[in-house]
């Protein structure tokens, strides 16, 4: 079982229309996670962490389940700007504070 | 932008040869990450560097070698390159201890 794991999608969606995905992760002791957004063959970009009180910013808000091991970022009115893959990141504070990242889902919006 | 920088941006290499990819940290930062993403995935952990030493290593054979040197600026290096190594590599600067790094625009490696 991978460590961080997100359906790869893609999710197509119409302009306007909320979003949400979901990233499950298999370490219960994980204790950081954050969402990244990248563009097609560019570097990832930080969007937003994600804390257990839940996380709002804009058309943007972010939620963790500890019990169920998983978070989830869900968008709001969706813009052509938004389509993008959406990387859900774990953080290993074990030493290296690594980033475990998903394979990522790939959003679509369509005009 | 995140003041990290990658050079180069793009490499075509060959089978069997060596590669070297570098890094500039962002002004204050002394931890350099790298990472290799596949077409398709999600960036996989290289190897750590904390004050020029490794501070840590993912699932990657000896071959992938890195250093840091007294400034953080940081080196991947690659030996006997093979095809599955294409791929987009990326390296992340960060504070030791703090949970946000940031990530150059990463160098695009492509083996024949």
């Known amino acids: 079982r991978k460590e961080v794991e997100q359906d790869p999608g893609p999710f197509n969606v119409p302009e306007g229309a909320t979003v949400a995905f979901n990233c499950t992760y298999s370490?219960?002791?994980?204790?950081?996670f954050f969402w990244y957004r990248q563009d097609c063959r560019k570097e990832p970009k930080l969007l937003m962490s994600?804390?257990?009180s839940g996380n709002e910013d804009g058309r943007f808000t972010a939620q963790l389940n500890r019990a169920s091991q998983y978070i989830s970022l869900l968008i709001r009115d969706s813009k052509l700007s938004d389509s993008a893959t959406y990387l859900c990141?774990?953080?290993?504070?074990?030493?290296?504070?690594?980033?475990?990242f998903g394979t990522g889902t790939r959003l679509k919006v369509l005009a | 932008e995140t003041g990290v920088t990658q050079s180069p941006t793009h490499l075509i290499k060959t089978r069997g040869q060596q590669v070297t990819l570098r890094c500039s940290s962002q002004?204050?930062?002394?931890?350099v990450s790298w990472y290799q993403q596949a077409l398709g995935q999600g960036p996989q952990f290289i190897f750590q560097?904390?004050?020029?030493?490794?501070?840590g290593r993912g699932n990657f054979p000896p071959r992938f070698s890195g250093l840091q040197f007294p400034n953080y600026s940081s080196e991947l290096n690659v030996n006997a390159l093979e095809l599955d190594d294409s791929a987009l590599y990326l390296c992340?600067?960060?504070?030791?201890?703090?949970?946000?790094?940031?990530f150059g625009p990463g160098t695009r490696l492509t083996v024949l």
């Open positions: 992340a600067s960060s504070l030791a201890g703090l949970d946000e790094q940031f």
């Open positions: 370490n219960s002791a994980s204790q950081s």
């Open positions: 994600v804390y257990s």
């Open positions: 990141v774990v953080i290993d504070r074990s030493g290296t504070y690594k980033y475990i």
């Open positions: 002004s204050g930062h002394n931890t």
């Open positions: 560097y904390y004050r020029e030493e490794e501070n």
